[in-house]
T-cell receptor, first 113, second 115 residues
Framework: QKEVEQDPGPLSVPEGAIVSLNCTYS??????FMWYRQYSRKGPELLMYTYSSGNKEDGRFTAQVDKSSKYISLFIRDSQPSDSATYLC?????????????FGSGTRLQVQP | DAGVTQSPTHLIKTRGQQVTLRCSPKSGHDTVSWYQQALGQGPQFIFQ???????QRGNFPDRFSGHQFPNYSSELNVNALLLGDSALYLC??????????????FGPGTRLTVL
């Protein structure tokens, strides 16, 4: 079993829809949670960076972390065709020598005009 | 403010050869991490450098080695290339914080093809 599970999609939605992307994880040591967006043949771009549980909002993006359920989500409001990309969740533990990011396999999102 | 830069963009090698990839971190960052991303997969952690020393290593063989220079730039070396080493190699940089990871910013990657 992978430490981080993510539905590969593709997820296809109409322009303007609210998108929900999710990851589950098994390692209870994970304390830092990130979402990256990756366009085809490009490097990942950091969207959200959160510590421990709770919500964080940045423009059209909201990240939620539920550590009790080992479940994290990214919501995209008013989705645009330019949001079409692969979304990667990533996590890290805390402490010396534990800074590596563990990624999900990514969810491919298509926003139809 | 320049972000993370990597060179070369693309590289084609044959099995058994050796390759060196280069990375310059984002201005103000002191820690460099390398990841391997196979097609359709998430990035896999290779190792991380800070203060010119390897600080953490993922599940990769000794054929993968690296170096960090005093200006914080870094190299990834892969010896005895295998077909399975074909992937996008990503460099990420961040500012080292006490306890956890900083916000890691990624470069555009080097696409390595092994024939």
């Amino acid at each position: 079993q992978k430490e981080v599970e993510q539905d590969p999609g593709p997820l296809s939605v109409p322009e303007g829809a609210i998108v929900s992307l999710n990851c589950t994880y098994s390692n209870s040591a994970f304390q830092y949670f990130m979402w990256y967006r990756q366009y085809s043949r490009k490097g990942p771009e950091l969207l959200m960076y959160t510590y421990s549980s709770g919500n964080k909002e940045d423009g059209r993006f909201t990240a939620q972390v539920d550590k009790s359920s080992k479940y994290i989500s990214l919501f995209i409001r008013d989705s645009q065709p330019s949001d079409s990309a692969t979304y990667l969740c990533a996590m890290s533990a805390i402490g010396p020598g534990r800074r590596a990011l563990t990624f999900g396999s990514g969810t491919r999102l298509q926003v139809q005009p | 403010d320049a972000g993370v830069t990597q060179s070369p963009t693309h590289l084609i090698k044959t099995r058994g050869q050796q390759v060196t990839l280069r990375c310059s971190p984002k201005s103000g960052h002191d820690t460099v991490s390398w990841y391997q991303q196979a097609l359709g997969q998430g990035p896999q952690f290779i190792f991380q450098y800070y203060e010119e020393e390897e600080r953490q290593r993922g599940n990769f063989p000794d054929r993968f080695s690296g170096h960090q220079f005093p200006n914080y730039s870094s190299e990834l070396n892969v010896n005895a290339l295998l077909l399975g080493d074909s992937a996008l190699y990503l460099c990420a940089s961040d500012l080292r914080l006490a306890g956890g990871p900083g916000e890691q910013f990624f470069g555009p990657g080097t696409r390595l093809t092994v024939l």
